[in-house]
């Protein structure tokens, strides 16, 4: 509703009156009546022992496939091969009837309009998600789905210290350009954020941002962890001076220990992971313990299926999901592909929801370009969806693998072609460098058995 209202707008009245709203209205009144209940909620279960928060679950869960069989053509047939049926549903284990994965983005391509709830009339979101490192996809997010993963994060950030009017700085891949800056103008307003470009920073860009830092003293820092390492580097090698925010969110990429022990030294302030998918089927997020992740029962259904042992005789398990609050567009039971291992233990902080210890998901190396650039894996990766995903012919996947400052090889999962090749040539050099030599190298598919990193560097 606040974002049809805002749209109305004539351009030059939607600046002061998203502040005038911003600042006026109380949180969380300031993002809708909507937003506000939710994110009331999630305040007062945050501390539910686990038998009601498995309750609260469980009643969701009924109401979601009661909706999905009703009002949805891939449901209902899906259900009646299994005679499963929702309404009687007493216990999680009445699942046991139904294949444990049943939804993939293969699945979800081939039978998309089937999958839209037809009674559905609120307003939904398209988005559309993947494309260098796995199948991509179009779904609809519900706005109670969408907003309350605002809320979850809003939530996270009130176990960090940071409260819900505070300034946040964005560091989250790919360049800020006008139209990006255009289409995202609302949320920067009402979430008080400032984006910065991550595709671009060389060694002036970096002292800029720090300078901004130090001038602007934001409240809290969020971004990529590579993103983040790459200004720590900077401002650990030149030991600099820079203000430290009351936390800093990470997300979107596996946080590793190292990047985690860079950011927090550079910056002086503590790291807060979270770990979440576009789909919207899933959220976990760190608390002011810092003992792992914590996954948000109230947003979805998560089942974790033992895979394999680690070298640690750690047990790792699959992730599959449930949405149970996207009515507009059914995921149940759907494989993120994400492998984590959980924790023995639960929170010191009292929360009773389950504790995720690591995350075992894609991840990539910074590339670093002769003019002092450093390009972290998802700029690339958003680089590539951005400019070349959709006009290349028969390619799946993408890895860039740096030989040298200015030598790449290209691995493409797809057929051969020159036009392909063409463009990729024409496109590549402005993010790499306009000196850039390309090679390419074709598979027929991703290798069984290893990790897909999107970028890979030889040279050190």
């Known amino acids: ?40 909620q999630l305040m007062e279960t945050q501390y539910l022992d686990e038998q009601a928060l498995q309750s609260l679950q469980l009643e969701r ?17 899906l259900f009646a091969k299994y005679d499963f049926q929702p309404k009687k549903i007493q216990d999680f284990s009445d699942l046991s009837v139904l294949p444990r994965i049943i939804l993939t983005r293969e699945e979800i391509n081939r039978n998309f309009d089937e999958l839209v709830a037809q009674n559905y009339k609120c307003h939904k979101i398209l988005l559309r998600t993947g494309g260098t490192t796995r199948v991509p996809m179009n779904f609809y997010v519900s706005e109670t789905a969408y907003l309350t993963a605002l809320a979850c994060t809003q939530r996270q950030w009130h176990w960090a210290g940071v409260k819900p009017k505070d300034l946040i700085f964005v560091f989250r891949g790919g360049l800020v350009t006008k139209k990006a800056i255009r289409s ?20 002036s860009v970096l002292e800029r941002y720090v300078d901004m830092i130090n001038k602007m003293k934001p409240a809290a820092i969020r971004g ?44 002086n302030s503590p790291v807060f992971d979270a770990y979440g998918n576009g789909e919207h089927t899933v959220i976990a997020t760190e608390c002011e313990k810092h003992q792992g992740l914590h996954l948000n029962q109230e947003f979805g259904y998560t089942e974790f299926v033992k895979v394999e042992d680690s070298q640690e005789g750690e047990n790792i398990f699959k992730v599959v999901t449930t949405s149970l609050l996207n009515d507009a567009f ?8 994400d492998l984590v291992v959980l924790a023995e233990s639960s929170c010191s902080c009292g929360r009773k929801m389950p504790l995720i210890k690591k995350i075992m998901g894609r991840c990539g190396d910074i590339i670093r370009c002769s003019d002092g650039r450093k390009i972290s894996p998802v700029s690339f990766a958003n680089f590539w969806v951005d400019n070349l ?36 040539r024409n496109v590549l050099p402005l993010l ?13 598919c991703v290798p069984a058995g290893k990790k897909w990193r999107v970028t890979i560097s030889k040279f050190q």
């Open 1 to 40: 509703m606040l974002r049809k209202i805002y749209d109305g707008l004539p351009e030059s009245l939607r600046k002061p009156a998203a502040f005038a709203f911003y600042y006026t209205v109380p949180f969380p009144y300031n993002r809708g009546l909507l937003f506000a209940r939710i994110y009331k």
């Open 61 to 77: 869960l009924k109401h979601l496939l009661s909706h999905a069989y009703e009002n949805t053509g891939y449901y209902k047939k």
């Open 184 to 203: 995202r103008r609302f949320y920067e307003r009402i979430n008080n954020e400032v984006y910065f470009s991550t595709s671009d920073m060389n060694e």
């Open 224 to 267: 990529f962890p590579s993103c983040l390492q790459i200004i720590s580097d900077y401002i650990m090698e030149k030991k600099l001076y820079v203000f430290s925010p009351k936390a800093i969110q990470t997300s979107s990429e596996v946080l590793l220990p190292e990047q985690r022990k860079k950011i927090e030294s550079a910056f």
């Open 330 to 337: 059914v995921f149940f039971r759907y494989d993120t592909e």
């Open 389 to 424: 995903r959709d006009n290349l012919k028969g390619i799946k996947y993408v890895q860039l693998v740096q030989e040298d400052f200015d030598f790449f090889v290209v691995k493409l999962v797809g057929v051969k072609d020159s036009g392909n090749e063409k463009l990729i």
């Open 432 to 444: 790499l460098g306009k000196n850039v030599r390309l090679e390419f190298e074709y598979l027929s």
